[in-house]
């Protein structure tokens, strides 16, 4: 199984609602990710987990909470989100080398209005 | 830090025919690796192919290839007898071996392929 799942595939939310994001991987990875990717342009980095730890938050509002909750699980909690949050939030994994590609998942479509 | 560049926004080839996209990036690092990422319309992102910068010998993956030039720092991605299925946004990215157990990609801006019958 090399593949990373996304759910939902879509999420329309409003402003004052709190949702999640999920992601999953079975391929016994130990560093995963969360990207959130605007229209033709690449993906910025939010935040990694490697070992089911928090390592690395590249200053991202706290209306996103990550969590881990086992090496296989990723949420992404959102709350009280603005309009320009809008975009393709994007999972990956990878297997917890030093330097190793990637696996992503198809990203959930987040709008919010 | 470190800095990818893809200077060609957009790019089109025909059907069967062979493109060049091209990808020029900035580190101080020593042991990296770089990757070129596929992301067609709508779809996952996936993989194309990954060069090891400690490896003198360019990458191949079927019909996609690379010319890594370390010196200059390039690192451009061939596509052979090009398919309709290979119209994507191409990323090129690198990542830094910085003795982490997690990677973190520096990714370029991207280009569009477009692929005509």
């Known amino acids: 199984d090399t593949e990373v799942t996304q759910t939902p595939k879509h999420l329309v939310m409003g402003m004052t609602n709190k949702k999640s994001l999920k992601c999953e991987q079975h391929?016994?990875?130990?560093?995963m990710y969360w990207y959130k990717q605007k229209a033709k342009k690449p993906p910025e980095l939010m935040f990694v987990y490697s070992y089911e730890k928090l390592s690395i938050n590249e200053s991202v509002p706290s209306r996103f909470s990550p969590e881990c909750p086992n090496s296989s699980l990723l949420n992404l909690h959102l709350h009280a989100l603005q309009p320009e949050d809008s975009a393709l939030y994007l999972c990956?994994?990878?297997?917890?080398?030093?330097?190793?590609?990637?696996?992503f998942g198809p990203g959930t479509r987040l709008t919010v209005t | 830090a470190q800095t990818v560049t893809q200077s060609q926004p957009e790019m089109s080839v025909q059907e069967a025919e062979t493109v060049t996209l091209s990808c020029t990036y900035d580190?101080?690092?020593?042991?990296?690796?770089l990757f070129w990422y596929k992301q067609p319309p709508s779809r996952q992102m996936i993989l194309v192919i990954r060069?090891?910068?400690?490896?003198?010998q360019n990458a191949t993956e079927n019909r996609f290839s690379v010319n890594f030039q370390k010196a200059a720092k390039s690192f451009s991605l061939k596509i052979s007898d090009s398919q309709l299925g290979d119209a994507a946004m191409y990323f090129c990215?690198?990542?830094?071996?910085?003795?982490?157990?997690?990677?973190?990609?520096?990714f370029g801006q991207g280009t569009i392929l477009t692929v005509h019958p």
């Open positions: 990956a994994s990878s297997p917890g080398e030093v330097i190793s590609e990637q696996y």
């Open positions: 391929m016994g990875h130990r560093a």
């Open positions: 060069q090891e910068a400690y490896k003198q």
């Open positions: 990215a690198v990542d830094y071996a910085g003795g982490t157990s997690y990677g973190k990609l520096t």
């Open positions: 580190t101080s690092e020593s042991d990296y690796y």
